[in-house]
C-alpha cells in the first residue's frame, strides 16, 4: 500500500505547530519541537542503533521555512541553525501515527538524562552516548 500524500501543509507560528493533512483523510499537528526532536538527520539519529542525540533546550524552537524535496519529502529549517534531513511524507505519517508513545518516550530520555527542553540550561546534555 502507497504511503498517503500530504494534501496541505500549514506552519502556525503562534501555535508552534505544523498542520498537515493526508490524501486518505488523516490529519495531524506536529508540534515544532517536536519535529526537532525527531529529525531525520544523522546529527540526531546517529549512523546506527543506540546513537541516537538527545536533542535538549528546544521548546521555543520555530521553523523558519519549508522547501519540498522532489516528490517525497520536506526539508525544514529550524531557528537554531538545524536544516538538516529530509522529512519524507512516510516519515511524517508515522511521526503524526505514533506522535503520544515518541514524546512520552523523548520526556522519559530527558528526565533520565537530567536534561531540560528549556534553552540555554541544556548545552551540556547535548552530547553522543559514550562508547560501549
Do not use: C
Not at 1 to 25: N, R, Y
Not at 51 to 65: M, P, S, T
Not at 90 to 106: I, S
Request: charged content about 25%.
Amino acid at each position: 500500500m502507497a504511503t498517503p500524500t500530504p494534501t496541505e501543509i500549514k506552519l502556525h507560528q503562534a501555535s508552534l505547530k505544523m498542520e498537515i493533512a493526508f490524501s486518505d483523510g488523516a490529519h495531524f499537528e506536529l508540534p515544532f519541537e517536536f519535529l526537532r526532536v525527531y529529525s531525520p538527520s544523522a546529527e540526531v539519529r546517529g549512523h546506527g542503533p543506540g546513537q541516537e542525540v538527545l536533542q535538549v533546550g528546544k521548546r521555543d524552537v520555530l521553523i523558519n521555512a519549508a522547501e519540498p524535496v522532489g516528490h517525497y519529502g520536506i526539508n525544514l529549517f529550524f531557528s537554531d541553525g538545524h536544516d538538516t534531513g529530509i522529512y519524507s511524507w512516510e516519515y511524517l505519517y508515522d511521526l503524526g501515527v505514533n506522535q503520544a508513545a515518541m514524546w512520552d518516550e523523548y520526556l522519559k530520555r530527558m528526565k533520565a538524562a537530567g536534561a531540560s527542553r528549556d534553552p540555554g540550561i541544556s548545552k551540556m546534555f547535548e552530547q553522543r552516548p559514550k562508547a560501549k
